[in-house]
């Protein structure tokens, strides 16, 4: 026996006849097949990718990248950690998303999907990173962060009224507080140089 060989139980994988399975000797798995997906136990007709789906499973191909799964079937809620591609995915019914934050009311199923679940998860950028969805962007570079949207607000659903939402952002970001070994600091004062906001845009920089 090869001294580097790590001996430890692993689950045996049941696959879908058309599924093409790479599968590590511990519990480390990649799975070429079609949308299989659901709020736990992923079993052979779960998701848009059976043929038992109202689609016959057509237009749903995925690639699933799981390490640490808990049984035979893929589980979003147990398996450790996973990446998800999808071409048709619940994204939201499947991660158990759809009330977080609370009463936001944006449930996205039906569509394209990239999941990625783990206990913890870092993302190490040398030089900037950009979310974008639509005409809204946030921008975070090594000493700014710059949201910028047609439109600037808190989520649906909270008790604000229909006040300047930007002000009362700039407001709450240029009275915030910074913890530190010795304590929390004392209320920053106003600083113009600190947050900018102007035609929807939000600047928000330390130096």
């Known amino acids: 026996m090869s001294y580097d060989l790590v001996k430890e139980d692993v689950p045996s994988f049941v696959k879908r006849i058309g599924d093409r399975v790479i599968e590590g000797s511990n ?96 993302v190490v950028c040398r030089k900037n990173i950009k979310f974008v969805v639509g ?18 607000r808190f989520g649906a659903g909270s008790n604000l009224n229909e006040m300047d939402r930007s002000e009362l952002m700039k407001q709450l970001i240029l009275t915030h507080i910074h913890l530190t070994p010795v304590g929390p600091t004392s209320i920053a004062t106003p600083d113009p140089n600190i947050v900018k906001t102007q035609s929807g845009q939000l600047n928000i920089k330390h130096t």
């Open 27 to 122: 519990n480390s798995i990649i799975i070429l097949g079609t949308d299989r997906a659901a709020q736990g136990d992923a079993d052979l007709a779960s998701g848009l990718g059976s043929i038992s789906s109202a689609g016959g499973g057509k237009g749903a191909g995925s690639i699933h990248m799981i390490a640490g799964r808990v049984g035979e079937n893929p589980n979003f809620q147990e398996d450790k950690a996973y990446m998800y591609l999808s071409m048709n995915t619940d994204a939201d019914d499947n991660m158990q998303t759809t009330n977080i934050p609370g009463k936001h009311g944006v449930i996205t199923n039906g569509v394209s999907a990239a999941l990625i679940k783990a206990d913890a998860m870092r």
């Open 135 to 152: 005409k809204s962007s946030i921008l975070i570079t090594e000493n700014e962060i710059v949201i910028d949207s047609p439109s600037l």
